[in-house]
């Protein structure tokens, strides 16, 4: 089994944001929270336990740090993860965290990096050059978030800064809608990494399949198209990253263009992602729970 990632899912309630393409809102997630019952809290951490070991002996490097919601939602199960990650005969070095960054201040960022060993923050992004576009994509409820601002602390303690882009109409607002804007303010932010990501959109009538219906036109298509045909044409190709597809460095920066966000696409041979669910479980899709391995 080739394992290019384990995300592990951080539970909470419902999530501080409400992204109007939010992939998670597009299927039930009815998984069992066995982390914040109370009753179930000592098996769930050796159930975690577990499933780490078991990624780890199967050649996963690679952790990331997600869920249904924004994973500073749950300072203690932060807390509790890096326990258990610290006490396996070898734990993951390489944590990444993936946020809008909503309500992260520099004390979390703090907490990140010294108690939790995140080193690599994904920080998803809906409008590049425009604040009050992107919190109104994200619908947050952070009237304070910037991009300039929370990407310069990360960089400040020298975390991996990696830009995801929600590629959608308004993804620039300001900027010609052009590859060579894209890379210039993503340069600006100090990113380390730049993912494009194509947003998925289910085959139902979900408001959020609506939303990205409405909002990735043939013209969004196209640039991505052109845009992966540039970075293979001018980029140099780096490797094949353990998290997805090929990565280039294309004007200096790592660049991957993900496809697959939700792991759909086909391949027998591969896994490409394991989840750990709330329910201590381990799954191969993010829409099935048929994929359970155990
Ligand atoms: S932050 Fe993530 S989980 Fe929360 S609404 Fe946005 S896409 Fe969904």
């Not at 490097?61 to 807390?79: I, Y």
């Not at 009237?143 to 400040?156: G, I, P, S, T």
């Not at 597809?245 to 991957?256: E, K, L, M, T």
Request: hydrophobic share 35%.
């Amino acid at each position: 089994m080739n394992i290019q990632s384990l995300s592990v899912c951080v539970p909470a309630k419902r999530c501080i944001n409400d992204c109007k393409f939010c992939c998670s809102k597009m299927h039930t997630s009815d998984y069992e929270d066995r982390f914040t019952d109370v009753c179930c809290y000592a098996s769930y951490t050796e159930d975690m336990r577990k499933r780490l070991e078991y990624a780890r002996e199967n050649g996963c490097n690679t952790c990331m740090l997600t869920g249904n919601n924004e994973p500073q939602q749950n300072k203690e199960f932060l807390r509790v993860f890096s326990e258990v990650n610290r006490s396996l005969r070898t734990p993951f070095l390489n944590i990444e965290m993936q946020t809008t960054g909503a309500f992260i201040d520099a004390d979390f960022l703090d907490f990140f990096k010294s108690s939790v060993g995140v080193t690599t923050i994904a920080v998803s992004i809906a409008c590049l050059d425009d604040d009050a576009d992107n919190r109104s994509m994200i619908q947050t409820k952070d009237d304070q978030l910037e991009l300039a601002r929370f990407c310069a602390e990360v960089k400040k303690r020298n975390i991996n800064l990696r830009l995801c882009l929600n590629m959608n109409d308004g993804i620039l607002v300001r900027h010609d809608y052009t590859p060579e804007s894209v890379i210039k303010l993503c340069g600006d932010l100090g990113a380390d990494q730049i993912t494009f990501r194509a947003l998925w959109s289910p085959d139902s009538d979900t408001e959020q399949g609506e939303w990205i219906a409405r909002n990735v036109s043939a013209e969004t298509l196209d640039f991505i198209d052109e845009l992966k045909a540039d970075v293979k044409a001018n980029g140099k190709y780096l490797d094949t990253l353990e998290y997805g597809a090929d990565r280039y460095d294309y004007h200096g920066f790592s660049v991957v263009v993900d496809e697959d966000s939700m792991s759909q696409e086909e391949n027998k041979s591969a896994v490409k992602y394991l989840i750990l669910r709330p329910n201590g479980h381990l799954y191969s899709k993010w829409d099935s729970k048929a994929s359970l391995i155990f």
